[in-house]
């Protein structure tokens, strides 16, 4: 037996206790009227609160709401105490008779959560709890119950004759119970109203038994000050009372109506996914179960381990107390999608769990097609990319080749001119305007060698991606080892390749402050990996800059895939897996 | 003749320069780019501006039209692209003509001057 369990049971057994010696006080008290209807209604009240409140603690043990239900019934017997003759054991209860009402309040306010989630709810709940308690006290020390209405035991507290002090204390504490009552059902009505579907039917019956109470004692506290008639006032006591007693059944009653209503949405959502109509959305079948109008769907990619919405849009799930709750659906020990919905919806996990549960295989095709919208949309994206990142490859080639070799050439054709116009008369001249072009002519070779290398370096084309990146690393201006095997690779993979550790290097020369960096190649599982680490300051962001982001989609374009590692102070990591059968 | 070369890349500038004065001919200053181009052109007031089409910030098509709005000297223009992509655009600028880089020789220009 669980130590909640025993504990539970030990509460139970002293709330059975508690419900007998309140009769036993009653029933020996010397002024109270109609004692079995009082042992009657009070047990009806104390044991219905505490055995409910037993029930939903052991439910669900990490919501205060069962253990305020329990307090209501043990305040409310401990109220029995102002029924004694013994002046000390009654002023006790003259003290605490009133405490139940704010443990009642706090119950109404922080169901079904447990958790009093507004403002509003967190002031009402305050002055529940100051005015049953400061406020009571102060209307305990100015009650004479001896002379007043009641004819009970002398008050012991009492500290003043004085009726008029006395008037002034018991009318404040009245009216403004009566208006803190009021502010209450106005606050349970608005929150019925704005609760959602799946909530109204859990919430309905025990507001509308709380909201009643709570009017009735605000007719009761007004009663002195109204002038009732005694009659009139003893009928409102009474339906109070049954009102009062009506709560912990209103709360089992609406688990009971929630539980069936949903047991039926669920069954009603396995019939509408398999009578869905190919257009027929996911989402609002299950925003339609669930009642929750909010309730969005995101589906898990596992390749890319992102979230996207249905149109392939990339979704964020949101953070915990970010105002909207996720459950995730689960599809033979694997994750397919999650639901983002109402908190309040939070409160029948359950249920979220079943319509999951229900909706999992039709989820699980709507994953692949949202996969495939995805990968569609990035497609598109990256096309782009490539279409720009040539057309600006182009620019950049005519620039280099106007700017570097075309205008050698040029100054080349100048000098030869005037080397030819002067070649008999001035063979000095001749031969340093000769001088001169041969300059020319090789600084123009050299641009072009280099931009060659750019475009498609040779070593490449004609003995693969080794010698290419040994020449690389060669070149890098700080050390660099290469492990990569003489097995030649598809072209396109091998350029890929090529550029994507020549884009590395650079990056690592210009920005990583490393001091050395490894390039390796390995062919596993169908896949080429081509990593280049260094051991530089981290920290880079692989979604800033174009070089690398043209990197990504030229490898994505090969359906193979870029990360960067690159924590800070921990060097870099730059992976592509490239499929290559 | 006197002569302002005006283009971005020096190692023209150098073989022009040579080119004319091997001639016999002046140069009185050299612009990297049109702005100082315009620049150097109204203060030296040469006889002609031999300025690049193609150059950062102020090309040699603007160069022309601020020079002949300012009343300044004569314009030819020179680039390594072929003549034909900017006849239009030579006629428009108010230059006096213009030569492919490749087929730059002072005769012609001497020729295009007179």
């Not at chain 1, 104390?46 to 037993?54: A, C, E, K, R, V």
């Given at each position: ?10 509460l ?7 419900g ?19 042992i009657?209604f009070?047990?009806?009240v ?11 603690w052991?439910?669900?043990?990490d ?19 102002g ?9 006790v ?7 139940s ?7 109404l306010?922080?169901?079904?959560s447990g ?62 119970s ?6 209450m ?19 309905g ?5 709380g ?25 409102v ?27 039926g949405?669920?069954s ?8 869905r ?15 929750d ?6 589906y898990?990619?596992?390749d890319?381990?992102v979230?996207?919405a ?6 964020t799930?949101?953070?915990p ?15 397919v999608a ?6 309040s ?11 999951a ?7 699980e095709?709507?994953?692949l ?8 949309e ?43 116009d002067?070649?008999?008369e001035?063979?000095d ?6 001088d ?11 641009e ?6 750019g475009i498609h370096p040779?070593v490449?084309?004609?003995h ?7 020449s ?19 072209p396109?993979?091998?350029?890929a390749?090529?550029f994507?550790v ?28 081509v ?29 193979g895939?870029?990360?960067?590692e ?16 | ?27 009185l ?8 181009g315009v ?30 709005a ?22 428009a ?22």
């Amino acid at each position: 037996m669980t130590s909640l369990r025993r504990a539970l049971i030990a509460l139970g057994i002293a709330g059975v206790a508690a419900g007998v010696v309140a009769s036993l006080l009653v029933l020996s008290s010397d002024f109270q009227e109609d004692p079995g209807v009082t042992i009657a209604f009070g047990l009806a009240v104390g044991w219905s609160f505490i055995g409910t409140g037993l029930y939903a603690w052991w439910r669900r043990p990490d919501n205060s709401f069962g253990a305020l239900m329990v307090g209501v019934g043990f305040a409310f017997f401990a109220g029995a105490l102002g029924a004694s003759d013994i002046p000390g054991v009654f002023a006790v209860g003259l003290l605490t008779g009133a405490l139940s009402f704010a443990f009642l309040i706090h119950l109404l306010l922080s169901f079904p959560s447990g958790r009093l989630e507004s403002r509003a709810a967190r002031i009402l709940a305050a002055i529940a709890y100051v005015e049953t308690t400061v406020v009571q006290v102060a209307t305990v020390l100015v009650t004479d119950s001896e002379n007043g209405d009641c004819k009970c035991t002398a008050n012991p507290l009492l500290v003043t004759h004085n009726q008029t002090v006395s008037d002034v204390v018991v009318g404040f504490q009245a009216i403004t119970s009566a208006l803190a009552l009021l502010a209450m059902t106005v606050f349970l009505v608005h929150r019925w109203r704005t609760a959602p579907r799946p909530l109204k039917g859990l919430l309905g019956p025990m507001y509308l038994a709380g909201a009643v109470t709570m009017v009735l004692y605000a007719l009761t506290l007004t009663a002195d000050v109204t002038n009732f008639s005694d009659g009139v006032e003893a009928g409102v006591d009474l339906a109070a009372l049954v009102t009062f007693t009506a709560i912990p059944y209103g709360f089992l009653v609406g688990l009971l109506r929630s539980r069936i209503a949903r047991g039926g949405a669920v069954s009603e959502l396995v019939t509408r996914v398999g009578d869905r109509t190919p257009e027929g959305s996911m989402r609002d079948l299950l925003a339609d179960a669930l009642g929750d109008p909010s309730l969005e769907l995101a589906y898990w990619l596992p390749d890319r381990e992102v979230y996207v919405a249905e149109d392939g849009a990339e979704v964020t799930l949101p953070e915990p107390g970010a105002g909207r709750s996720v459950t995730p659906v689960v599809r033979d020990g694997e994750c397919v999608a999650a639901i983002i919905h109402d908190p309040s919806l939070d409160e029948e996990p359950e249920f979220v769990r079943g319509a999951a549960a229900a909706a999992a295989l039709a989820l699980e095709s709507e994953r692949l097609a949202a996969e495939l919208r995805a990968r569609v949309e990035e497609l598109r994206a990256s096309r782009g990319r490539l279409v720009r990142a040539g057309l600006d490859e182009r620019r950049r080639l005519e620039r280099d080749l106007h700017d570097g070799a075309q205008q050698r050439l040029v100054s080349l054709r100048l000098a030869l001119g005037m080397a030819q116009d002067r070649v008999d008369e001035d063979p000095d001249m001749t031969r340093m305007l000769l001088d001169r072009g041969v300059k020319e002519l090789e600084s123009a070779l050299a641009e072009l060698r280099e931009l060659a290398r750019g475009i498609h370096p040779g070593v490449l084309t004609d003995h693969g991606l080794g010698p290419a990146l040994s020449s690389l690393a060669d070149r890098a201006p700080l050390p660099v080892d290469v492990e990569a095997d003489a097995d030649r690779l598809p072209p396109a993979v091998e350029s890929a390749a090529y550029f994507m550790v020549a884009e590395a290097l650079t990056n690592v020369a210009k920005y990583s402050r490393a001091e050395h960096a490894r390039v390796s190649v390995e062919r596993r599982n169908g896949h080429v990996r081509v990593e280049v680490s260094d051991d530089g300051l981290g920290g880079a962001d692989a979604n800033r800059g174009s070089g690398l982001r043209g990197l990504a989609d030229r490898i994505a374009a090969l359906d193979g895939r870029l990360t960067v590692e690159s924590p800070d102070g921990a060097g870099t990591v730059v992976r592509a897996d490239i499929p290559c059968a | 003749m006197t002569a302002v070369i005006v283009d971005d890349h020096a190692s023209f500038r150098d073989a022009m320069r040579l080119m004319l004065e091997l001639e016999g001919h002046e140069v009185l200053g050299e612009a990297a780019d049109g702005e100082e181009g315009v620049r150097t052109a109204l203060e030296l007031r040469p006889d002609v501006v031999v300025s690049d089409v193609q150059m950062p910030h102020v090309g040699g098509f603007e160069l022309a039209e601020r020079l002949a709005a300012a009343g300044g000297p004569a314009v030819v223009l020179i680039s390594s692209h072929d003549a034909c992509d900017y006849d239009k655009l030579t006629a428009a600028s108010g230059a006096l003509g213009f030569i492919p880089k490749d087929e730059l020789s002072v005769k012609r220009l001497v020729t295009l001057l007179s």
